[in-house]
């Protein structure tokens, strides 16, 4: 299984959905939502509006929320996160 990394810079359009139906929830006043939810929209999108040719790997949800954070700090507390075990 590729790494986080590899599998994020392979599918930049994934990071781009993840920020943007982040930042509407954030907007429309929620304040905590699930990373999950926000997969499963950018998944219902692709799959109607047509598959840019990505295919969303649960495993990696987490990652996206805990990237998220560390790029906007402002999504602290937003999503909530268990302890990853290595």
Do not use: C, V
């Amino acid at each position: 299984m590729k790494t986080f990394s590899e599998y994020d810079q392979q599918n930049p359009k994934i990071w781009e959905y993840f920020k943007k139906y982040s930042f509407e929830a954030k907007k429309k006043g929620l304040t905590h939502y699930g990373a999950k939810s926000i997969f499963e929209i950018i998944r219902w999108h692709s799959n109607l509006y047509g598959n840019d040719g990505f295919k969303l790997n649960n495993n990696y949800t987490s990652m996206y929320a805990r990237k998220m954070i560390k790029e906007h700090p402002e999504f602290k507390g937003f999503f909530k996160l268990r302890k990853i075990n290595k």
